[in-house]
């Protein structure tokens, strides 16, 4: 079963534990982080405060140092028993088997952060691994990989590839990498909004303002809802065309969806 209750995915370092709960108030997911956003001398330090927290109360996602690192059997083993822990990111996937031996150790689901041109050609492996959730697709490290700008055509193809790799193994659609400009609302909105066009789920953030956008960028526009209704309300009346849209079974699915996420989003305004 999926874990996954909203479209953003927010980092917090892990050596930062003042930060835990205020991010898990601004996302629908948080990433305590022990990788990239921790220094090497103060990663032992992230690891205890990130399972201190999980032990007692808090709740999240932990993306651990990758397979191969000199911290990634330490990261594991510290989350044995976690019971606040919601799944486990792991970066620079690129093995099926290092994936099954995290899920073989850590009971929950994993995401595999697909950052690199060797990630990208097993994918489907990966995929094929029982408790990889999903995929996340890391748009930094994957154009650094491939000497491109993140915007090049090779990236939009990755982009596309992850999605229809996830549908195809029966996966949930995978999440968007994060938005460089920190603060820009603007910038993280598109980038979120095409996200959404393309078929993913959720996108990555490392600021509380980037999450907001991203809740925005993923919610139905009064538009939308609107046409949602008038299709549902349509349904089953034989051949009719609701904004010059013939009804028909996708479309009446299209229109289900429509509203199940604006009844997300409006119980999320409520606080509930």
């Known amino acids: 079963m999926s874990t996954v209750r909203g479209p953003a995915w927010l980092f917090v370092p892990g050596d930062r534990p003042e930060r835990f709960a205020k991010a898990a108030s601004a996302a629908d997911q948080i990433i305590c982080d022990l990788e990239d956003a921790v220094a090497p001398t103060a990663k032992p330090a992230a690891r205890d405060h990130v399972a201190g927290w999980l032990a007692v109360g808090g709740s999240a996602w932990v993306r651990v140092n990758p397979a191969g690192s000199p911290w990634h059997a330490d990261d594991l083993r510290a989350l044995v028993g976690c019971a606040g822990l919601r799944g486990v990111v792991v970066p620079k996937a690129e093995s099926a088997a290092d994936l099954q031996r995290v899920c073989d150790l850590l009971p929950v689901p994993a995401a595999a952060l697909v950052e690199s041109a060797a990630g990208v050609g097993r994918v489907a492996e990966m995929l094929a691994v029982e408790r990889v959730e999903r995929l996340i697709l890391g748009t930094v490290d994957l154009a650094l990989d491939l000497g491109c700008e993140q915007e090049s055509d090779v990236v939009r193809q990755v982009r596309s590839r992850l999605a229809l790799e996830s549908r195809a193994a029966g996966k949930p659609a995978p999440v968007d990498g994060v938005t460089m400009a920190l603060r820009d609302y603007d910038a993280t909105f ?8 393309e078929g993913y789920a959720g996108k990555l953030a490392v600021h509380p303002v980037q999450a907001g956008a991203i809740r925005d960028a993923f919610a139905p526009s009064p538009e939308e809802v609107s046409w949602a209704r008038e299709v549902i309300a349509a349904a089953g009346q ?24 604006s009844a997300i989003d409006e119980k999320r305004g409520t606080g509930d």
């Open 238 to 261: 034989g051949a009719v065309a609701v904004g010059g849209v013939m009804v028909d079974a996708p479309v009446v699915e299209r229109a289900r969806r429509i509203l199940a996420g």
């Open 190 to 197: 598109a980038d979120a909004g095409r996200a959404r066009r």
